[in-house]
């Protein structure tokens, strides 16, 4: 694949993650399809940083009524670049959803360049080793073997899988630490020297801010994105500026 290049001075670059679409959140539904039809029509990229839906068991499922592939698929024709990461909800995502909405569907960690910078960009939860329980299970549930199986069950088996698969990992977050499931400082720095780059940008964690670390003697920046409606975070970066700005519900 060639390399994505922008140039942020000609209209901006959106990046954005963790928004959690689910049927049961219909005024969350709502306001990103307000978001497509406004402010990221103006944009010449947007990135989708993983996590886009709550939970996603194929692309064989997708609702007959589905608004979001063709409210993607518009913006890409209003000329808006779109990309897609998998996240740790919706990993699942797949080449039939992505040409449904006009986007490239990209592997983790991606290395774009942005104004003659190199920046990477990732979900954010491969940083997260510290939860060694969890990233086994990440291990497997990447596993082509593992999805071609899953995928493969009805859809109604897939949905009590995954609906127990919630319950159980909800359990399991609330007895472990805020600092277990945050970002590892080593890997961070790791990522930053196997790519090359002085930018990093993930999601994931759901702790909006912008680090700057230094990585053998090289100032770095670490941006993220939070819960996108929780915490409103669009990262915007334009005439050379990296900037995150919230977003509600009322907006």
Known sequence: MKPLIHNSHHAPILMIADLHLDPGRPEALAAFLKFLAGSASKAQALYILGDLFEAWIGDDARPADDPIAPALHALAAHGVAI?????NRDF??????AQAASAQLL???VRIIIDDE????????ALCTDD?????????LRNPQWQAQF?????????????????????????KTESIMDVNSAAVES????????????GHTHRPDQHTVSVDGKTCV??????????????????????????????
């Not at 699942?92 to 959803?97: A, D, I, S, T, V």
């Not at 190199?118 to 939860?125: A, N, R, S």
């Not at 990522?191 to 993930?202: G, P, W």
């Open 151 to 175: 995928l493969s069950l009805p859809i109604a088996e897939r949905i009590q899988q995954a609906q127990a698969a919630r319950k159980q990992s909800s359990s399991a977050m609330s007895a």
């Open 83 to 87: 990309y897609l990461l998998h996240g």
């Open 191 to 202: 990522r930053f020297r196997e790519q090359n780059a002085r930018r990093l940008i993930h």
């Open 132 to 140: 060694t329980d969890y990233q086994a299970l990440r291990q497997q």
């Open 92 to 97: 699942l995502l797949g080449k039939e959803f």
């Open 118 to 125: 190199p920046v990477i960009l990732e979900h954010g939860d």
């Open 107 to 109: 592997e983790e960690p």
């Open 222 to 251: 670490r941006s993220v994105l939070g819960d996108w409606f929780e915490q409103g975070s669009v990262l915007r970066i334009e005439n050379g500026q990296y900037a995150l700005e919230r977003f509600s519900l009322s907006t």
